[in-house]
């Protein structure tokens, strides 16, 4: 999946060939963004307690009574 950044009315919007991703953003932020999708597209997981099976998340939400 190419992710490509491209410069509209001075600010920029971050795409793939299915999504646009951001618009509007700072260059800065939109090749943040295009490493991201990078590494998700190439199998990398975040490693925060909150992305393991979405555990962390189902204990919060039945604490709060979400």
């Known amino acids: 999946m190419p992710v490509k950044i491209k410069k ?3 600010k920029y919007q971050v795409s793939t060939p299915s ?3 951001a618009k509007g953003t ?7 963004q ?3 999708l990078n590494a ?3 199998g990398w997981k975040p ?3 909150s992305a393991n ?10 604490q709060f009574g979400v």
Not at 26 to 32: F, S, V
Not at 53 to 62: A, E, H
């Open 53 to 62: 099976d979405g555990d962390f998340l189902v204990k919060r939400k039945k």
């Open 47 to 49: 490693t925060h307690h």
């Open 26 to 32: 700072t260059l800065e932020k939109a090749e943040a």
């Open 8 to 10: 509209v009315k001075g």
């Open 40 to 42: 998700l597209e190439h």
């Open 34 to 36: 295009k490493r991201l």
């Open 19 to 21: 999504k646009v991703h």
